[in-house]
Every structure is written in C-alpha cells, then in structure tokens.
C-alpha cells in the first residue's frame, strides 16, 4: 500500500513537471512566432521601399533614354537638313552646268559653220598654190638649169651634213649631262659606302727576314760544313740567305706559305737552341701542320666574320690560302674582304640583296689560291670552284665576269667590278713593277697614234691620262669630241687597268710670225 501510495506520488509529481514543460514550451513557440512575424513584417518592409527604388530608377533611366533618343533624333533631322540642301545646290549647280553645255553646244555648231565656210575657201586657195607652184618649179629649173631632182639631193646633202653635226653636238650634250648625273650618283654611293666601311682589317705580317739574338747564331744555324743550312733548304723548299747585315737572316721564295713555314721553323729553332738536321726536319713538320690548322681557322674566321652560312669546306680552306698570298703587293685576303664589304654596301644603297654581293665580292679571287696548280685565269677557275661547291649562280656569274672575260648575266658582276676597282685604286694599294708600268705607257700611246689627226701622244699621271695633239687642220671641234670618245673606247675593250683614264684631246691653232 505504501508502495502504491509513493508511485501515485511520483507518477503526480511526473504529472507536474510534464505540464510545466509544455507550459514553458509553448510559451518559448509563441515568442518565437511573434519574433518570426516581426522578422517578415521588417522584410516585407524592406522589400516595398527597394521596389520603389528601383521603380524610380527604371522611370529616371527611361526619361533619360528618351532624353538621349530626342537628342539623336534632333540631330540626325539637323543632317538630314543639310544632306537636303547639298542636294538642292548640287541639282541647281547641275541644272546651270547644262545650261552653260547647251551654249558650248549652240557655240560649236556656229563654229562649224564658219569652218566648213574656210575650208571650201582654203581649198580653193590651195589649187591656186598649186598651180602657182608648179609654175615656179618650172621658172626656177629654167633659171638655176636643175632639175627637181636634183635640186633635191643637193638640198638633202646639205641637210645631212648640218644634221650630222647637230646630232654630234647633242651627243656631246648628252654625254656632258649624264656624266655628270652618273658622277654625282657614284660619288653619293662611294661615299656611303666608305663612311659605312668601318671594319679594322689588320695586315698581317708577312716578313722574309728573320732577326737573330746575336752573330753567333749564323754559325749555328749555318752548321758544320753547311748541313743544317742545308737540311733547312731541303725541308722548307727556301732559300735562306745570310750575307753582312748583322743579326738578319733573308728567307727568299715564291711560295707564300712555304715562306711563312720557313720562317716560324727558324724562329722556334733559334728559341728552342736546338739546332740540328733531325731538329730541323721536326720542328718543319710540326711547323706544317700548324700552317695547315692556322689555314683552316683563317678562312672559319673570315666566314664567321662575315656570318655566311652553307659555305663549302673547300671554299674555307681556299680562303685561308688567300691570307698567305699577295697580288701588287695587296694581301689577297684583305682584298676580298675589302671587294665583298663595298659590294654589299653598294647592294645595300641600290636595293638588291645584300649577302650575295658579299659573298661574290668576297669569293671573286678564290682562283688565285690555285692558281698553281691549275692553268688558266683565276676567274674562271675561282668560278668553277664555287660552281661546284654549290654556290648561287648570280655569284658564280659575278666570279667568273669580274674581269670581263665572260658576259655578265646579273647587276651583282658589275658590282664586283666596281668594288675590286675600289679596292684596286686605293692609294697605297697596289704597287705595280717597272717594267709592267712602262708596258702600259707605251700601249696607251701606241693606241692613241693608230687614229688619224694624230700629231703628238703623251702618257701622263702614271697611265691615268692620255693627252693627245691633233692637227688643227684636218679636225675640227666636233670631230676632236668624237676622236676622244673612240680612242677611250679602244682603250676600254684593248687594256685592263683599275680605276680610269683619262684622254685629253688638245686642238689648237698657232699663227707665228717674226719681227726683223
């Protein structure tokens, strides 16, 4: 009973706690509704004031539209307006226009008029003429006893003599003229071209004498009874001579790079002191290979330095052969180096491609590094050489036409041409011996006394001027211009000379009298 008694008082106290709970539950779920409500109430709020907003932004933006589309509309009628009177005026200037071609129209009817009038007038004039003319011809036949004929071809006689002269003397204007367009323009290039030519090109140093330390090395170097002077002389393929001059040996031969072989054999011999027949044919060899690597990295340098791509080993190696040979006492080397920078300066300033004037001028005297071994001109040997190594035929053809043996098939021969004879006619450049130079002189004067009229010839100025004396009798003015234009054509197609000549005809009359 008691334990009844305490679970209905625990099942009422349960009772309690469970009604208090739903009581504060419920309480909490009202506050939170109230709290919800105002929550969408604020919303809902908020919402209505953004609409309207955006409501008065929507009207603003549409008045402004409607503001802009006005102001366009107002401006495309200002246009229209004006496109409207354009139009007007041009309809009236139109308008005027045919009127004012009706008139010419009017105008030139009355004109033709007046012309089919004189025509019919100056037609009957011309059959008077007519017959006036033919009685004059017949008048002057009886008169001057010639007839039509040949009264005609006296006139055209004279008629050709004067037309021959005239035509002489417009020839001599033209030349004077484009001579002088030519030089200026030549002068513009050449002149470009040397300010551009700025490359430090060093001559290289190819000496024939040898300094000694001192006297007594001769005699080493001689040897007993001659041996090593000897085996020196046998293995260089030089001649070494040693005469009075104190401490200097002379290394004579023709063969460039057998010299330069020569020479730093007995520079390492005389420092290394070492001075014997086995030595000596040592130090030769060693000395021929390094010539022979020294060739090879010559012509690398000079295609490096002018950054030429596909060229041929060949080439390179005739190139750094060019480097131990001279022409005119000019190293052929710089030379071509020298030929391949003005063309292509040239190229540059005429518009054409600059890289196959380089490499024509550049190669243009390749021959000459085999020229011993292979017969015939260095042109067409340098020609065939590149031919068959692969190179651009506009450069085989500038190879083999720089000396005008073959016909040029490009504009980068002529070219070539005009950068050797650059290179060529530098003072200092080229020394050319006695006797070639007295060879020259006298075919120079020997061409100018073959043309008739000739009195006196003379070679000046080292061959650059031909001064001729005409006999003032049987030329005159005129024809003496004509004289020098054959004469300096002769010499062209006769002579190969770098640079120009001049020929200078003088024609004078000497009246001489005595007073006694």
Not at 92 to 114: G, P
Request: net charge negative; proline share 2%; charged share 35%.
């Amino acid at each position: 009973m008691l334990v009844i008694s305490i679970i209905g008082i625990l099942m009422l106290a349960a009772g309690v706690i469970i009604f208090s709970y739903s009581v504060w539950q419920h309480r909490n779920s009202e506050e939170a509704l109230a709290d919800t409500r105002r929550k969408l109430s604020e919303l809902k709020h908020k919402i209505e004031s953004e609409q309207r907003e955006a409501s008065l932004k929507i009207k603003d933006e549409l008045y402004n539209k409607r503001r802009e589309f006005e102001d366009e509309m107002r401006k495309e009628r200002l246009e229209n307006d004006k496109i409207h009177k354009k139009i007007n005026d041009k309809f009236d200037e139109l308008a005027k226009r045919e009127q004012r071609l009706e008139d010419f129209r009017y105008e030139l009817q009355h004109k033709e008029r007046d012309l089919s009038r004189k025509q019919d007038t100056l037609h009957a004039s011309e059959t008077k003429i007519k017959a006036l003319y033919a009685d004059l011809i017949a008048k002057l036949e009886q008169t001057s006893r010639m007839s039509c004929d040949e009264a005609k071809k006296t006139l055209l006689e004279i008629l050709e003599s004067e037309v021959q002269l005239a035509n002489n003397k417009w020839i001599a204007k033209v030349e004077d003229e484009a001579r002088h367009t030519a030089k200026e323009k030549s002068t513009q290039l050449l002149v470009t071209a040397m300010q551009r030519y700025v490359s430090d090109l060093v001559t290289p140093h190819t000496a024939g004498v040898v300094q000694l330390p001192n006297d007594d090395m001769k005699g080493r170097i001689i040897g007993k009874e001659g041996r090593n002077i000897k085996a020196l002389e046998m293995a260089t393929g030089m001649e070494f001579v040693i005469g009075d001059t104190p401490e200097i040996i002379t290394i004579s031969g023709f063969n460039p790079i057998r010299r330069e072989v020569a020479h730093r054999a007995l520079e390492r011999l005389i420092a290394d002191g070492r001075i014997n027949p086995t030595r000596i044919e040592e130090t030769v060899a060693q000395c021929e290979r390094e010539i022979e690597e020294a060739i090879i990295e010559y012509g690398k340098n000079t295609i490096l330095e002018f950054n030429l791509q596909g060229v041929h080993p060949e080439i390179i190696e005739l190139l750094g052969k060019l480097h131990f040979r001279t022409s005119y006492s000019q190293n052929v080397l710089i030379h071509c180096k020298e030929v391949g920078i003005f063309a292509r300066m040239l190229a540059e300033e005429l518009g054409l491609d600059p890289q196959i004037a380089l490499r024509a001028g550049l190669l243009h005297d390749i021959g000459k590094a085999v020229t011993a071994e292979i017969e015939g001109p260095h042109a067409i040997i340098g020609a065939e050489i590149a031919k068959r190594c692969g190179e651009d035929p506009r450069v085989v053809n500038a190879i083999a036409a720089h000396h005008e043996e073959v016909p040029f098939t490009s504009i980068y021969g002529a070219l070539v041409v005009i950068a050797d004879t650059i290179s060529a006619s530098r003072p200092g450049a080229r020394r050319e011996t006695y006797s070639a130079y007295i060879k020259r002189l006298e075919k120079l004067e020997e061409i100018g006394n073959s043309f008739e009229g000739v009195k006196k010839v003379y070679a000046l100025q080292a061959g650059r001027e031909l001064r001729i004396l005409v006999e003032e009798d049987h030329l005159d003015d005129e024809r003496s211009r004509i004289l020098a234009r054959d004469i300096a054509a002769r010499v062209e197609q006769e002579m190969n000379f770098p640079g120009q000549i001049k020929i200078n005809v003088i024609r004078e009359k000497r009246s001489i009298e005595y007073a006694k």
